[in-house]
């Protein structure tokens, strides 16, 4: 009997039709100026790590304590990942298993409180998250969710408000961080409120983490004993997550994802985050975290120069959120329009927007994926350029201006190859 020889064909030879939309969108990706301040570029080593037989194996459970055999290496893989973090980030409790950051958030709230408790956040228009306690989603409807915005005049939060918001409902939970929220975070005001009323203070730093781990963002620990994060945005790893805790909540924590939320983690998703982890540990991370808030600040300079209104007035972090209303456009045609001019941001809403979530008055860009290509002020002084002949464009409708931006963008990308990209 013979024995036949298994070949495995390349992604090309068994579906064409995937293996050239994954071109196409590599593609996009080196040619476009990617400004959406959630997306990053990772590193080869990060890619390599997501795309392995790790995903072959199912791993239910925690190192040491699975509920499948085989989990000699798995178990060594997650327990770096763990210990890199706490080391990176100063923690006593790492669980680095959420899929992605709302069940992260998720699991918090299943840990702490019960349907119908009174949860804190920041509203969603202005500048929270949906997972902060938004109206249709899951901790709208089964929690009892207060939120708190920003004052009119300033687009800052007014911390003696949220005092007094937390002082009369009396939170469980007070949540600070948000997902448009260009200034820096009172991490120890925040502290202070949640003592004062009993609750617990969940810092969401998913935007900001890569900021932290690299010095340019003060740090939420020792102020919050939670504290979620996804491990892509500024961190500059994989699509997942984290909750990062004292050792006082760990085990509450850890029975909240497994058996609360989740079964099995994803374990190429854990290598990849050790690896990243271990990246954002050296000189080099911290060199790029400082140059994401330098390439901001002076993205933000030049739009202001240009007659833009930004929301705060400006930055301290990698984004910027800019209200259209005196450009007399709205965000998502004109969004629509900077794509096709190779500027890929996203349409958003600005605190106090009369116009709807679906098509609002406001624009949210980042600088992380720019810098992780290596531009830098020049780069964003053309960028700055480039949107506000895009807005003009968008206004006239002039496909050509549009055409012509796009070539423009082009040229400038070619000489900044993308991590992970090369080759």
């Known amino acids: ?14 579906d064409p039709e995937i293996a050239a939309l994954i071109g196409a969108e590599q593609e996009r990706q080196s040619a476009k100026i990617r400004l959406i301040p959630s997306e990053n ?3 080869k080593a990060v890619l390599e790590a997501t795309g392995t037989v790790l995903t072959n194996k199912y791993s239910e459970g925690y190192p040491g304590r699975r509920y499948y055999e085989g989990q000699q290496v798995i178990d060594q893989v997650e327990t770096i990942a763990i210990e890199r973090a706490k080391s990176l980030f100063g923690v006593e409790h790492v669980n680095v298993q959420p899929y992605s950051g709302s069940p992260a958030n998720l699991a918090v709230y299943f840990a702490f409180v019960q349907p119908g408790d009174t949860i804190m956040g920041m509203a969603l228009p202005m500048g929270g998250h949906l997972t902060h306690g938004a109206p249709p989603t899951l901790s709208g409807k089964w929690l009892h969710p207060v939120q708190y915005g ?3 005049d300033t ?13 009369r409902e009396r939170p ?7 997902t ?18 009993g609750a617990l203070l969940l810092a969401d730093i998913a935007h900001i983490a890569g900021l932290v781990a690299g010095g340019v963002h003060p740090s939420p620990v020792g102020h919050a004993p939670v504290i979620t994060t996804t491990t892509h945005k500024t961190l500059r790893g994989p699509r997942g997550a984290m909750i990062l805790c004292t050792e006082e909540h760990g085990k509450k924590i850890d029975s909240a994802i497994l058996p609360g939320l989740q079964g099995g983690p994803h374990n190429h998703t854990t290598a ?26 002076v993205l933000a300079d030049e739009l202001l120069a240009r007659g833009f209104d930004l929301v705060s007035g400006g930055t301290d972090n990698h984004l910027i959120l ?13 969004a629509k329009a900077l794509d096709r001019a190779g500027l890929e941001l996203n349409f958003n809403a600005v605190p106090f927007d009369p116009r709807p979530p679906a098509n609002p008055s406001g624009l949210r860009i980042g600088t992380p994926s720019v810098t992780s290509r290596g531009m830098g002020p020049d780069e964003m002084k053309h960028i700055a350029r480039w949107m506000d002949e895009g807005v003009e464009a968008a206004k006239a409708s002039d496909e050509d201006a549009i055409e012509r931006i796009f070539a423009e963008v082009k040229e400038l990308t070619a000489s900044f190859p993308a991590p992970g990209l090369r080759g």
């Open 1 to 14: 009997m013979s024995v036949m020889t298994r070949v495995d064909p390349a992604l090309a030879d068994v």
């Open 41 to 43: 570029y990772v590193s």
């Open 150 to 152: 920003v004052r009119k």
């Open 155 to 167: 687009g800052r939060v007014d911390m003696d408000q949220v005092a007094d918001l937390a002082r």
């Open 172 to 178: 469980k939970i007070i949540v600070c961080g948000g």
């Open 180 to 197: 448009a929220i260009p200034r820096t975070i009172d991490f120890p005001a925040f502290a202070q409120i949640a003592s004062d009323v």
């Open 272 to 297: 990849a985050i050790a690896v990243a982890l271990k990246e954002a540990a050296t000189p080099e991370f911290r060199s790029y975290a400082a140059d994401v808030v330098a390439n901001a600040k």
């Open 322 to 334: 800019i209200d259209l209303t005196n450009k007399d456009v709205r965000g998502k045609p004109t």
